[in-house]
């Protein structure tokens, strides 16, 4: 961040108490008449600095409507939590009734994809995805709503029972793919419901 003046600073140390004192932001005329400018347009000119700095930000137009910026602000903002579901078989398809069970904090950055409101995660039980480099205890992040296309890893229930594994399709009709030769593929009965899609992978710190 960009040095500061003495007398920037100041407004920028009033700025912080004002909000953590009143819950809001100080009006221009409020800053003028903390530091006796005699001008708005004196307020105006430093916070005009400041934007430029990168230390506060506004929304033209609108009252109370600065923000102090920092690295660490701009870091949370890249950082999305996603809520998890329960558990998802990577092994044989099971009865499982997903439940919430908290959330994933996940790097924008690092997973090099930014979760929609639609995204979820599943945490895996089972070796059936090792082919994938899919572990048990991994958790998996997955799209609710796109169609998958062939090759895509998916949450699915198929006749009724949920797995996670690989989607593909042979002579028009779907199929899931087991990533390990211990496991056979799994050819819908009846019907075959994708739950999501995946999109990244976080691996829980192992001991």
């Given at each position: 961040?960009?040095?500061?003046?003495?007398?920037?600073?100041?407004?920028?140390?009033?700025?912080?108490?004002?909000?953590?004192?009143?819950?809001?932001?100080?009006?221009?005329?409020?800053?003028?008449?903390?530091?006796?400018?005699?001008?708005?347009?004196?307020?105006?000119?430093?916070?005009?600095?400041?934007?430029?700095?990168?230390?506060?930000?506004?929304?033209?137009?609108?009252?109370?409507?600065?923000?102090?910026?920092?690295?660490?602000?701009k870091l949370r903002q890249l950082v999305c939590d996603v809520p998890v579901y329960g558990s998802i078989p990577a092994g044989l398809a099971a009865d499982r009734e997903q439940q919430i069970e908290g959330c994933v904090s996940v790097d924008v950055n690092s997973i090099g994809y930014k979760p929609s409101k639609n995204a979820f995660a599943l945490r895996v039980s089972g070796d059936s995805m090792i082919g994938k480099h899919i572990l048990d205890g991994d958790f998996v992040i997955l799209e609710h709503g796109p169609d998958p296309r062939a090759g895509e890893i998916v949450a699915a229930l198929i006749d009724g029972q949920c797995t996670l594994k690989t989607y593909l399709v042979k002579n028009g009709k779907?199929?899931?793919?087991?990533?390990?030769?211990?496991?056979?593929?799994?050819?819908?009965?009846?019907?075959?419901?994708?739950?999501?899609?995946?999109?990244?992978?976080i691996r829980p710190t192992r001991n």
């Amino acid at each position: 961040m960009a040095t500061l003046t003495r007398r920037q600073q100041q407004i920028v140390d009033f700025l912080q108490k004002f909000q953590q004192s009143n819950g809001t932001m100080p009006t221009i005329k409020e800053i003028a008449a903390h530091f006796g400018f005699r001008s708005p347009n004196a307020v105006t000119s430093h916070l005009q600095l400041l934007k430029k700095k990168g230390v506060i930000s506004d929304e033209p137009n609108k009252a109370r409507s600065l923000r102090l910026t920092s690295p660490l602000q701009k870091l949370r903002q890249l950082v999305c939590d996603v809520p998890v579901y329960g558990s998802i078989p990577a092994g044989l398809a099971a009865d499982r009734e997903q439940q919430i069970e908290g959330c994933v904090s996940v790097d924008v950055n690092s997973i090099g994809y930014k979760p929609s409101k639609n995204a979820f995660a599943l945490r895996v039980s089972g070796d059936s995805m090792i082919g994938k480099h899919i572990l048990d205890g991994d958790f998996v992040i997955l799209e609710h709503g796109p169609d998958p296309r062939a090759g895509e890893i998916v949450a699915a229930l198929i006749d009724g029972q949920c797995t996670l594994k690989t989607y593909l399709v042979k002579n028009g009709k779907p199929f899931l793919k087991a990533e390990n030769p211990k496991y056979p593929n799994l050819i819908p009965a009846q019907e075959l419901v994708i739950q999501g899609v995946f999109r990244a992978l976080i691996r829980p710190t192992r001991n």
